[in-house]
């Protein structure tokens, strides 16, 4: 076990999955105007460091730069060999009774800072 600070790291750095499949009209949603329309999101937290933010720099710069690229990212520059984010923070509203929610307790009515973390298209995808 990791020191008292960290013990609670498993229950606070869950990821979020947004999926619009289910929603009425099953709408998409682009993360970017250059962005292929997705009808499934997750979003990814690091609570213990910042490597999600480092991770999604890295996979942008690496789509933007490198030289290879296949067939279809020459017909279509929306098409990507690496997976998109955006940084986002995320918010949770108690709207049931008082409880524990990750790491923290909210009374009823209560909004707080869940996380920081990455939006990101996903191989779930359809």
């Not at 250059?34 to 690091?46: A, D, E, G, M, R």
């Amino acid at each position: 076990m990791q020191g008292t600070s960290s013990t609670a790291y498993a229950r606070s750095s869950l990821n979020l999955d947004i999926d619009f499949k289910k929603c009425a009209g099953k709408p998409k949603y682009k993360l970017s105007s250059n962005s292929i329309p997705v009808n499934y999101l997750n979003v990814k937290v690091n609570v213990a460091s910042s490597e999600n933010a480092n991770n999604i720099c890295a996979v942008d710069w690496y789509n933007s730069h490198q030289p290879f690229l296949i067939e279809a990212r020459q017909a279509n520059s929306a098409i990507r060999d690496t997976m998109e984010g955006k940084p986002c923070a995320v918010f949770i509203k108690n709207t049931g009774p008082d409880s524990w929610f990750s790491s923290q307790y909210l009374k009823s009515g209560d909004t707080t800072l869940y996380a920081m973390g990455d939006l990101c298209n996903s191989k779930k995808n359809t």
